[in-house]
Structures are given as C-alpha cells and as structure tokens.
T-cell receptor, first 112, second 112 residues
Framework: AQRVTQPEKLLSVFKGAPVELKCNYSYSGSPELFWYVQYSRQRLQLLLRHISRESIKGFTADLNKGETSFHLKKPFAQEEDSAMYYCALSQAGGTSYGKLTFGQGTILTVHP | ETGVTQSPTHLIKTRGQQVTLRCSSQSGHNTVSWYQQALGQGPQFIFQYYREEENGRGNFPPRFSGLQFPNYSSELNVNALELDDSALYLC???????????FGPGTRLTVL
C-alpha cells in the first residue's frame, strides 16, 4: 500500500530564513510526487509536480528514491508562504491510476 | 475558464439519512475524483470517474457511490449516514486520469 508521511504538523520560521518541509513516502512502484498548498480561505492548489522539475514561487523539491523522500525547500521564506502544505503521491498506472494519496499536511508560519 | 465548483457549501444531516453532493468539472476536463477530508487530516481518495465510468476506488464502503454525467459533472451519494462521515468533501477534475487535479472549494458535511 502507498503511504505519505509528513513528520511535522507545524513549522515556524522567520522571514528570509530557509525552509524545508519534509515528506517521506512508501510505494513499491515508480511514484509520481506532488506538493499541494492551501492558503487561508482558498482552495487546495498544485504547487509543484516532480516530473515537471519546475520551480514555483521559489520552491523546489527533489525526488530522492534511495531515501524515498520528496522534501520541499525554499532558500528565503516570505510571509505570503504561510499556508498548509500537503505532499501527495500518485500511481503511474494500475487500477488506481491517478489516485492521489496525501500526507497529513504541515502548517507553515513565516514570522515577520 | 471556469474552475471546479461544488454544491452545496455546507450541509447538516442526521444519522441514517442520505446525501447527494455535486461537482461541476473545469471546462475541457473529463475526469473527476472525490476525496474526504476529516478534520486535521489530509484528503483521502474515495473514487475517480473517467468518461462516465468508475476508474478506481479507495477504501470506502459501498454506501459511498457516485455518478458522472455526459457533461462530466459528477455526484457523490452517501447512504445511511454515520457520525464519522462528517468531513469536508472535495472534488477535483483533470484533463485525463493522470492529469493535474484541480480542486473545488469543498462541501462541509455535518452528521448529527
């Protein structure tokens, strides 16, 4: 069974500090990994998808298959980055093709 | 381009009743996925509909059922409501089964 773990429920940093949100997964096949973000009073939205290898709003994430991790990083946090962040995994094929398995989420607070 | 919409926004039901939640997919999308998000948890996959057929189901009992219409909008039906069904129900649409999922604002269901 596939599983996504976000070990930190809460993360606080100061503006301008680096930030890293941790995500570990377990999956026997070849996964596709995502980070979704939910800003206050807004809907869940895609932040980045590992296959696109894009940097969105200064965030990057590298898939480490050896450590089964997909940590989200930003070198200089901004106050507007304060939000709930979810790591998610999808199967590339099989009977649950396209099914997203989410972690429990990390609330990031960036202090001025 | 119209985003994913869901109705109603909030709903209160009593145990044993039945409920229908509705989702309009984003223009051009043929796939709808439903998720249940309990308080403090990440979204959990219920099922996905692709071109009017169920395409994968999560670990939910048969009293959770769905439908997708020719215009790709979708319904989630829950029979014999239980207190634990109280949650935020999210709908997401995508351009195909493994495409990026775009989420609606959710329907908050309270079962008393």
């Amino acid at each position: 069974a596939q599983r996504v773990t976000q070990p930190e429920k809460l993360l606080s940093v100061f503006k301008g500090a680096p930030v890293e949100l941790k995500c570990n997964y377990s999956y026997s096949g070849s996964p596709e990994l995502f980070w979704y973000v939910q800003y206050s009073r807004q809907r869940l939205q895609l932040l980045l998808r590992h296959i696109s290898r894009e940097s969105i709003k200064g965030f990057t994430a590298d898939l480490n298959k050896g450590e089964t991790s997909f940590h989200l990083k930003k070198p200089f946090a901004q106050e507007e980055d304060s939000a709930m962040y979810y790591c998610a995994l999808s199967q590339a094929g099989g009977t649950s093709y396209g099914k997203l398995t989410f972690g429990q989420g990390t609330i990031l607070t960036v202090h001025p | 381009e119209t985003g994913v919409t869901q109705s109603p926004t909030h709903l209160i039901k009593t145990r044993g009743q039945q409920v229908t939640l509705r989702c309009s997919s984003q223009s051009g999308h043929n796939t709808v996925s439903w998720y249940q998000q309990a308080l403090g948890q990440g979204p959990q996959f219920i099922f996905q509909y692709y071109r009017e057929e169920e395409n994968g189901r999560g670990n939910f009992p048969p009293r959770f059922s769905g439908l997708q219409f020719p215009n790709y909008s979708s319904e989630l039906n829950v029979n014999a409501l239980e207190l634990d069904d109280s949650a935020l129900y999210l709908c997401a649409s995508s351009s195909d089964r493994a495409g990026t999922q775009y989420f609606g604002p959710g329907t908050r269901l309270t079962v008393l």
